[in-house]
C-alpha cells in the first residue's frame, strides 16, 4: 500500500486571497514505512512574503526569488503522488493551497476524498489533548531537535512518524524486511545422546510384586493362562 505523506509552507492561511505556496514536501511511505523516496521544492510566490509568516517557516523573498514557478514542478508532483492517498496534518489547509496551484496552472484539482488528516486521527485516538504536530511528536518522543523553523520536508517527514504511530506504532528496534528478501534462518541445536534407562525389573521388585499380588483376592496376574 502506498502513500504519501504531505506538507506545504506558505505566506499566509488563504489561498482565496492571493496567498500562495512557497515550498512543498512530500513523503513516501509503502505499507507504513519510509522507503526514502522525496518529493521538495521551493517555490517563487510572485508576490511578497508577509513578516508574520518568514518568522514562521524562514523563507524570505530574496531566497525564493530564484525558484521556480508552481506550473514548472506541477507535473513532477503530480506524477510523484500517483493514484496514493495523500497524508497531511490540517489536509484542508494542504489540499486547499495545492489545488488552488493547481487550478492556476491549468491542472485538475486532487480530490479531499483522497486525503488523510492526521488531525482528526489524534483527536479521535486523544480526546480532548493537543494536536499539533509538536504536540504529538512529544506525545510519541519523536526526535524534534532538527525543526528550528517549520520546513516542509522535515515536517512531512517527522509527520510519517507521527502518522505511523496514530495508526498502530511500532515496537522500537523491530526490523521490517520484504517478502521478496527476506531468509528462513534455522538453527541447528546439538542433541545431546544419553545412555538408555535400564528398564527390566530387578530381583528385590520382582519378589515384592510377588508378595502385592499374593495379598489380592483373585488377582488376575495370579491366575494360570489359558491354552
Known amino acids: 500500500m502506498r502513500e504519501i505523506v504531505l506538507d506545504t509552507e506558505t ?28 518529493f521538495h ?16 517557516h524562514g523563507l524570505s523573498v530574496t531566497f525564493l526569488a530564484d525558484k521556480p514557478l508552481f506550473p514548472a514542478i506541477a507535473e513532477g508532483l503530480l506524477t510523484f503522488i500517483g493514484e496514493s492517498p495523500i497524508i497531511a496534518h490540517n489536509a484542508s489547509f494542504d489540499m486547499n493551497f495545492i489545488n ?10 486532487l480530490s479531499m476524498d483522497r486525503a488523510i488528516d492526521t488531525v482528526g486521527l489524534a483527536r479521535r485516538k486523544f480526546p480532548g489533548a493537543q494536536a499539533s504536530l ?15 523553523k517549520h520546513g516542509a520536508l522535515l515536517d512531512a517527514k517527522l509527520l510519517a512518524q507521527v502518522y505511523l504511530e496514530l495508526v498502530g ?22 542433541r545431546v545422546v544419553r545412555a538408555p534407562r535400564p528398564h527390566t ?3 528385590d521388585e520382582l519378589e515384592a510384586h510377588k508378595s502385592f499380588v499374593a495379598s489380592l483376592k483373585n488377582a488376575i496376574w495370579a491366575l494360570e493362562p489359558t491354552a
Open 41 to 56: 521544492t521551493y517555490l517563487n510566490p510572485e508576490r511578497d512574503m508577509p513578516s508574520e509568516a518568514e518568522a514562521v
Open 11 to 38: 505566506t499566509g492561511f488563504d489561498p482565496l486571497t492571493g496567498h500562495r505556496v512557497v515550498e512543498i514536501g512530500c513523503v513516501e511511505l509503502f505499507n507504513h514505512m519510509a522507503t526514502g523516496e522525496v
Open 201 to 203: 525389573a530387578s530381583a
Open 100 to 109: 488552488a496551484e493547481l487550478r492556476r496552472a491549468g491542472k485538475a484539482s
Open 169 to 190: 506504532g511500532r515496537e522500537p528496534g523491530l526490523a521490517l524486511i520484504s517478502s521478496e528478501t527476506a531468509a528462513i534462518q534455522t538453527i541447528a541445536a546439538e
Open 134 to 148: 509538536d504536540a504529538l511528536c512529544r506525545r510519541f518522543q519523536i526526535d524534534t531537535s532538527a525543526r528550528e
